[in-house]
Every structure is written in structure tokens, then in C-alpha cells.
């Protein structure tokens, strides 16, 4: 079982840049399929990105395609969100998620594991 604390949000005007971190304790990290979720107040809990656990591939929903990146660094346990050219509609909870072994699936019904969520709020 893997517990998951993510950290870095804040408050960034449009075209900022932020980084997300998500660090994980208790599993064996580089067997987990680990993705980013993102809620706002009126939504419903979206996928943002994903990262496979085997071959390190990369997804991403088409509104953040060309400015957010995903990776993760297995020796220090810890997934990244790099987001760049920030918008206003970012404005939002980001969560963490992981699934053991998972095949990479983009609904949260599919992972088992999340974080606590950190918020992202970008505003002129």
C-alpha cells in the first residue's frame, strides 16, 4: 500500500509556470501506474496525466497537450507535474493517484490510491 502527499501549488498569474510534486512512501513506487487529477468547486474529478510504470510512457488530456509534462524520478519516489503557460481554467485541486501495476486508464474509479490534493489557483 503506497501513500501519496503532494505539495507545490499555489497562487500564479496566467502564463506562470508551477511544478507539482507528488512523493510516495510504503510501496514499491516503480511498480505503480501514477497519474494527476485535477477538481474544481463545481466538477467532477478530471485526468490531467499519466505516467505508465513500465516504459515511463506518457498521457495527457488534450487541453494541457504542449504545456503541462509529467515524469517521475523512481529512485526518489516521486511523480512531477510541470506546468507551463497557466490559464485561468487550470485554476483547480490537483490530486495524485497510483495504481499497483495499473494499465494506464484515464477515470478515478481506476485508481486505487490518492493523494490529499493540493491547490492550483491562477488568477490575473
Known amino acids: 500500500q503506497v501513500q501519496l502527499v503532494e505539495s507545490g501549488g499555489g497562487l500564479v498569474r496566467p502564463g506562470d509556470s508551477l511544478r507539482l510534486l507528488c512523493e510516495a512512501s510504503?510501496?514499491?513506487?516503480?511498480?505503480?501506474?501514477m497519474a494527476w487529477f485535477r477538481q474544481t468547486p463545481v466538477g467532477e474529478r478530471e485526468f490531467v496525466a499519466a505516467?505508465?510504470?513500465?516504459?515511463?510512457?506518457?498521457y495527457y488530456t488534450d487541453s494541457v497537450k504542449g504545456r503541462f509534462t509529467i515524469s517521475r524520478d523512481d529512485a526518489k519516489n516521486t511523480v512531477f507535474l510541470q506546468m507551463d503557460s497557466l490559464r485561468l481554467e487550470d485554476t483547480a485541486v490537483y490530486y495524485c493517484a497510483a495504481e499497483y501495476l495499473g494499465v494506464v486508464r484515464f477515470t478515478p474509479l481506476d485508481y486505487r490510491y490518492w493523494g490529499q490534493g493540493t491547490q492550483v489557483t491562477v488568477s490575473s
Open positions: 505516467i505508465s510504470w513500465n516504459e515511463g510512457n506518457t
Open positions: 510504503g510501496g514499491a513506487f516503480s511498480k505503480y501506474l
